[in-house]
């Protein structure tokens, strides 16, 4: 297995604006999950895309797949405080957790 | 509202000494995934288990660290001797194999002196 790659590392934005974050990976894959982390917690699972999906959406949440390119973004949208927290991709066999995506979202 | 739990949830002691962590996955699940994470390292995956058979432990130091589930209920992480380095917080996740999701627990944090 190998990890997931998040991008950026870190992201400040105000409330109400979009956060977009992206992953990368190196092996194939069947799917593609997000994963929030909110401080002093475990993962929660956001949200999951399958490797015939390109786009998948839940609430505020898009994620988008390219696997030719072996990446994907999550976008946030009209982000909220409650947005702060750290997200990973990955979570299953081939692709693990990488060192996640820690969002700022000042009120 | 089925949820994964942790014992303990905090733990000190000392180095040398042997630290049992245990979980309880969601009942039904068939795979258990211990994770630890720092600063440093992030989360780094220790184990995975699959049907209570170790699958992967690739990640785990295998002289000091020992990962076990005696029945399908009961998932334990062993540390002996534990070291300084050992310090961390350990989560425990479950899921089921067709679904792939995991559904973390909230993890024990542990200091060693």
């Known amino acids: 297995s190998q990890q997931g790659e998040e991008d950026p590392q870190a992201l400040s934005i105000q409330e109400g604006e979009n956060a977009t974050m992206n992953c990368s990976y190196k092996?194939?894959?069947?799917?593609l999950q997000w994963y929030r982390q909110n401080s002093g917690r475990g993962l929660v699972h956001l949200i999951l895309?399958?490797?015939?999906?390109r786009e998948k959406h839940s609430g505020r949440l898009r994620v988008t797949l390219d696997t030719s390119k072996k990446s994907s973004s999550l976008l946030i949208t009209a982000s909220r405080a409650a947005d702060t927290a750290s997200y990973f991709c990955?979570?299953?066999?081939?692709?693990?957790f990488g060192t996640g995506t820690k969002l700022q979202v000042i009120p | 509202d089925a949820r994964v739990t942790q014992t303990p949830r905090h733990k000190v002691t000392e180095m040398g000494q042997e630290v049992t962590m245990r979980c309880q996955p969601i009942l039904g699940h068939n795979t258990v995934f211990w994770y630890r994470q720092t600063m440093m390292q992030g989360l780094e995956l220790l184990a995975y288990f699959r049907n209570r058979a170790p699958l992967d432990d690739s990640g785990m130091p295998k002289d000091r660290f020992s990962a076990e589930m005696p029945d399908a209920t009961l998932a334990t992480l062993k540390i002996q001797p534990s070291e300084p380095r050992d310090s961390a917080v350990y989560f425990c996740?479950?899921?089921?194999?067709?679904?792939?999701?995991?559904?973390f627990g909230p993890g024990t944090r542990l200091l060693v002196l």
């Open positions: 990955g979570g299953y066999q081939k692709v693990t």
């Open positions: 996740a479950s899921g089921l194999v067709n679904l792939e999701t995991q559904y």
């Open positions: 895309i399958r490797s015939n999906e």
């Open positions: 092996t194939s894959i069947n799917n």
